[in-house]
């Protein structure tokens, strides 16, 4: 571990429902009363982050470092923002309380959401001697109300193929409010790091996932390798997902290859995603 994570204020929320209690809970900072069914999370006093350890990777310790020295600026104009780590303390996971807009104010939302990440970039672990910068490709604006979410999924560049990848399982979302100032933030992008080489080509890769898939791989329909970064215990690695349906309607998973060495990263199942 990295960091010091902060007491869960939700019980490890992910994703879709980390954001929504973000957003719940930006109403009751705001003095709003949620509407009937809605939820507001249990609030607790900001959690301090402290100095990554020696003993974690230096690419971490600058990681985290650059995440402090965000949050510091946010905090500069939010005094009563808390913050929610990820499980390995390095970044943050959810911010919340925030009170923050772009000098000139664009002229839309997304432009808004866009203006706060580049701001804000050592949220991502970005900084001096840190990890890439990711881009952002639009997922939604979704409306609530008086308040916005804007997710977006998460780019990074990888040199060697000259061409952005998008990060597995990686969502980042910002909350605004009904005058586009941000009230909170949400992202479960880890550390980006430089991946090892792709020593394994796609039709290799489609293979490998037809035998993960044990006794059923020998009829299963496997679709094309799609290379993409995934992130595993604090590593970035270079990877392909490779959609199968061993049975329809019952059995679709997307296999997830390492593209170094061929291992077999995930299996996701996507009937019940």
Do not use: C, K, N
């Not at 965000?70 to 390995?88: E, G, I, K, N, Y």
């Not at 409010?177 to 880890?190: C, M, P, Q, R």
Request: proline share 9%; no cysteine; glycine share 8%.
């Amino acid at each position: 571990m990295v960091g010091r994570p902060s007491p869960l204020r939700w019980p490890r929320l992910r994703g879709p429902a980390l954001l929504a209690a973000v957003l719940a809970s930006a109403v009751g900072a705001a003095g709003i009363q949620p509407q009937r069914g809605e939820a507001t999370p249990a609030r607790h006093s900001a959690a301090t982050p402290t100095r990554a350890p020696d003993a974690a990777p230096l690419s971490l310790q600058r990681a985290h470092v650059a995440a402090e020295s965000a949050l510091a600026s946010l905090r500069a104009r939010s005094p009563a923002l808390q913050v929610q780590w990820q499980r390995d303390g390095v970044l943050p996971e959810a911010v919340l309380s925030l009170r923050w807009r772009p000098t000139p104010q664009p002229m839309t939302t997304e432009a808004t959401a866009r203006a706060f990440l580049a701001a804000h970039a050592g949220l991502f672990g970005v900084g001096a001697g840190a990890g890439p910068t990711p881009r952002f490709e639009l997922l939604a604006v979704e409306r609530l109300r008086t308040r916005a979410a804007v997710r977006f999924r998460p780019l990074s560049g990888v040199a060697a193929l000259g061409q952005d990848l998008p990060v597995e399982g990686a969502v980042v979302s910002v909350a605004l409010d009904d005058a586009d100032t941000v009230i909170g933030f949400t992202s479960d992008l880890g550390a980006l790091s430089p991946p090892p080489p792709a020593r394994i080509g796609a039709g290799e890769a489609e293979r490998l996932a037809r035998t993960a898939l044990g006794p059923a791989g020998a009829a299963a329909q496997v679709g094309s390798a799609r290379l993409i970064l995934a992130q595993q215990f604090g590593a970035t690695r270079l990877a392909y997902a490779v959609p199968t349906v061993a049975r329809v309607g019952v059995q679709h998973e997307r296999v997830i290859i390492d593209a170094h060495d061929g291992s077999v990263m995930a299996r996701i199942d996507e009937v019940r995603r």
